[in-house]
């Protein structure tokens, strides 16, 4: 069974950085594209992040220069550092995990989530 774990959140000041970690199992992790999606109350759900098997990445408008993700597939883990961090970053931050299969296409895994508070 494919087991995605968040942790790393928490309050944090405007301006602050923190760092997000996903740990994954039961799955073949070198395979899976894997990517950071926030959801706020009253906001729409956003991809904030992704990055490939192969390591290429991309950022949604609003956290580029701000936010890097990585991968390390020896580990099964994926991190985001997040910097400079905003109020309206605030939201719950889930690890997402796509696997492809050539008989069912793709498949997506999801954490439960962690939860950054970005306030003074």
């Known amino acids: 069974q494919v087991e995605l774990v968040e942790s790393g959140g928490g309050l944090v000041q405007p301006g602050g950085a923190l760092t997000l970690s996903c740990a994954a199992s039961?799955?073949?992790?070198?395979?899976?594209?894997m990517g950071w999606v926030r959801q706020a109350p009253g906001r729409q759900r956003e991809q904030v992040a992704l990055?490939?098997?192969?390591?290429?990445?991309r950022y949604a408008d609003s956290v580029k220069g701000r936010f890097t993700i990585s991968r390390d597939n020896g580990k099964n883990t994926v991190c985001l550092q997040m910097n400079s961090l905003k109020p309206e970053d605030t939201a719950v931050y889930y690890c997402?995990?796509?696997?492809?299969?050539?008989?069912?296409?793709?498949?997506?895994?999801w954490g439960k989530g962690t939860l950054v508070t970005v306030s003074s």
């Open positions: 039961g799955t073949i992790f070198d395979r899976d594209d």
């Open positions: 990055i490939t098997t192969v390591g290429m990445t």
């Open positions: 997402v995990a796509t696997e492809y299969s050539d008989a069912g296409g793709p498949m997506d895994f």
